[in-house]
């Protein structure tokens, strides 16, 4: 006789699974990741956040420490002043000229120095990538001390090189109005360690099948550096190209301690930020400075976003094709 079985009914709408939420594990986890960034975190609001927001309300007062009490809301003058005063233009144009100078120096100089390590041929490599890298370890007002005796006009043993190969009067480095700047790119080209490695580790990711391919067709080593690694270090090199950008607006420190903040000769040296410095330091003009500080930012900021509307057309990243 042939039983029948009963199979158990199929769950009905109404007996629906909960969805399990995060375990005690999970939070727990978050609880301590939290706790691990919480330095970061208080440190992005207390040192980052909270004086970018005060730079920006104080821009739009004239607020000075010594006179407190006359501190008002001024609208835009302060912007409006930037607009009319000399020195802001000054100090734009020398800014900007050194950018022009330094920025392609900088990273012509990189790739020579990437280059040069990232060959099989180098016997030493280690010691050679440790070499370059090691100047820019040393802080920056130990180092223009060195550049400062280095680069005397009388003394310096770059002019007694010169010197010494029929150049009987080398150039006045730091005094010059012309060669202010040739000696400052100079002393950059000192600290381009970091440079140096961000654009080895382009390099050193190059498919080595692509430099095979390029020698199997007789291609030469400079047509495998223009038409493979160029390209496929793109990224890097606009990386770099930012951060060049970035730094060359927040130029400061070296031409600082090099001139004593006198911006000389000649107002050659009178960075944007230099300028910034002064008014705030010098003459009290915090209102005045933080506008001052907010159009930097701006100009940066314009800048940075040119290139990257720029960099479809030139920065390959592997995977997608250029428009």
């Known amino acids: ?78 912007y409006l002043t930037m607009l009319s005063d000399s020195k802001v233009g000054t100090s734009l144009l020398v800014t900007v000229r050194y950018g022009i100078l330094a920025i392609p120096v900088g990273l012509a100089f990189g790739l020579l120095l990437a280059t040069l390590v990232n060959s099989r041929h180098l016997a030493g490599k280690n010691i050679f990538r440790t070499l370059f ?59 381009l360690g970091n440079l140096m490695l961000t654009l080895l580790a382009g390099m050193q990711g190059v498919p080595s099948e692509l430099y095979e391919a390029a020698r199997m067709d007789g291609a030469s080593g400079f047509q495998q550096f223009w038409f493979i690694t160029l390209p496929m270090i793109s990224p890097v090199l606009f990386y770099n190209i930012i951060i060049g950008v970035i730094g060359a607006f927040k130029y400061f420190d070296l031409a600082y301690v090099l001139k004593n903040g006198t911006g000389g000769p000649a107002d050659a040296t009178l960075f944007y930020n230099l300028n910034l410095f002064k008014n705030v330091f010098n003459y009290n003009l915090y209102g005045y400075g933080s506008a001052l500080a907010w159009g930097l930012f701006l100009i940066a900021l314009a800048v940075t976003l040119a290139l990257f509307n720029s960099s479809a057309r030139w920065v390959y990243y592997a995977g997608e094709g250029r428009s």
């Open 1 to 78: 006789m042939a039983t029948t079985s009963v199979q158990p009914a199929a769950p009905t709408g109404a007996a629906k699974t909960k969805k399990r939420g995060p375990g005690t594990l999970e939070r727990r986890q978050e609880r301590w990741g939290f706790f691990f960034i919480s330095p970061w975190i208080i440190g992005f609001l207390a040192f980052t956040l909270l004086p970018v927001a005060a730079t920006f309300a104080l821009s739009f007062t004239n607020y000075n420490p010594l006179k407190g009490e006359e501190t008002h809301f001024v609208a835009l003058d302060n």
């Open 133 to 191: 890298f090691m100047p820019s370890m040393i802080p920056v007002v130990a180092g223009a001390l060195v550049w400062a005796g280095v680069m005397n006009t009388q003394s310096g043993w770059i002019n007694l090189i010169l010197e010494a190969i029929g150049v009987p009067k080398g150039p006045d480095w730091l005094n010059d109005v012309w060669w202010i700047y040739p000696a400052l790119v100079l002393i950059g080209l000192w600290g």
